[in-house]
């Protein structure tokens, strides 16, 4: 057909359901001998996996964070067991502050001072008379306490505490 052609159109341009009926008659088709091959449908190809790998960058990045993370947790331990400990030790200090009350207030009761002088005059003691008091002069030259110094670099420092923060690891695991 050429460009600007149009098909011949033989009364209607409605869709024809029985193509192969020319004026309302059939038009009878030869049956063929053999079916047609069939076509094989091509293989599909399987997409191919990703490999996952994982950055070396990154896996040293995850282990830093994880240590770091397990260092936190473990300090905020410490500190949860330290003030525990604290608490406990406050209530023992505040029962012996007042048992030590108790205890000096019965003591302080049982001191009668008249007795303690009658006893005394009985083993045949008396009062110092101002002949025997005696002056005591500490004269001495003032002194002066050094110090130690602690002479370690700040790594010797870092290492002896990231070691002191290992060996109580292990002591808090086993």
């Known amino acids: 057909m050429a460009r600007n052609q149009l098909p011949e159109i033989d009364g209607s341009v409605a869709y024809q359901v029985y193509p192969n009926r020319l004026n309302g008659s059939a038009a009878v088709q030869p049956i063929p ?4 091959e069939e076509k094989p ?8 996996k990703a490999k996952l790998t994982i950055a070396p960058f990154a896996a040293v990045g995850l282990a830093v964070v994880v240590f770091l993370l397990a260092m936190v947790l473990y300090g905020y331990v410490q500190l949860y067991e330290v003030t525990n400990r604290a608490g406990e030790l406050r209530t023992e200090l505040t029962a012996a ?4 009350a108790k205890l000096r207030s019965a003591y302080e009761s049982k001191i ?10 009985e083993l045949g003691m008396s ?3 101002a002949k025997q008091t005696v002056y005591v002069n500490v004269a001495g030259a003032d002194c002066a306490q050094v110090l130690q110094v602690d002479e370690r670099s700040f790594f010797e420092k870092g290492f002896d505490a990231i ?5 109580g690891i292990l002591e808090y695991f086993h």
Do not use: V, Y
């Not at 001998?33 to 047609?36: D, G, Q, S, V």
């Open 112 to 121: 009668n001072l008249d007795e303690i002088e009658a006893r005394a005059k």
């Open 127 to 129: 009062q110092p008379s």
């Open 33 to 36: 001998a053999a079916l047609p």
């Open 163 to 167: 070691a002191g923060s290992f060996r």
């Open 97 to 100: 502050q007042s048992e030590t």
């Open 41 to 48: 449908e091509p293989k599909k190809q399987k997409a191919p």
